[in-house]
């Protein structure tokens, strides 16, 4: 992963994301930090199935600590669908084939973001 910020709460974010095919794709966000409250983003390189990628990382206190909320928009690229996924693919395999990605990534992205927080203390 490669972030630049000489704007200060201004990103740019490369990163390449292995499928669970073990194929690699790069994909570029521009990032919106609101340090404390949320990062909104959109993706300016995307992987095959999409036209269009928007999200919002939230950070909710709670009584116990902050909440981490992940919500992204995206525009299914209908004609890569039965060339990324297969001949039998629909849209709707597709939208849950984007869901169950992104989801992951989210995940993913956010614990390394805890564990970077919970480390400076």
């Known amino acids: 992963m490669r972030i630049e910020e000489d704007v200060p709460n201004l990103q740019t974010m490369e990163m390449d994301t292995r499928t669970a095919d073990g194929s690699v794709h790069t994909t570029k966000s521009i990032r919106v930090c609101f340090p404390g409250e949320r990062i909104v983003?959109?993706?300016?390189?995307?992987?095959?199935?999409?036209?269009?990628?928007t999200g919002r990382w939230s950070l909710l206190p709670t009584a116990t600590g902050v909440r981490a909320v992940s919500q992204h928009s995206v525009m299914v690229k209908d004609s890569?669908?039965?060339a990324v996924l297969g001949e039998d693919a629909t849209l709707a395999s597709a939208k849950a084939f984007i869901r169950t990605a992104l989801g992951g990534n989210s995940t993913a992205t956010l614990k390394l973001a805890k564990a970077h927080a919970e480390a400076r203390g």
């Open 41 to 53: 983003y959109k993706q300016v390189v995307l992987p095959a199935l999409m036209t269009a990628h």
């Open 80 to 82: 890569a669908i039965r």
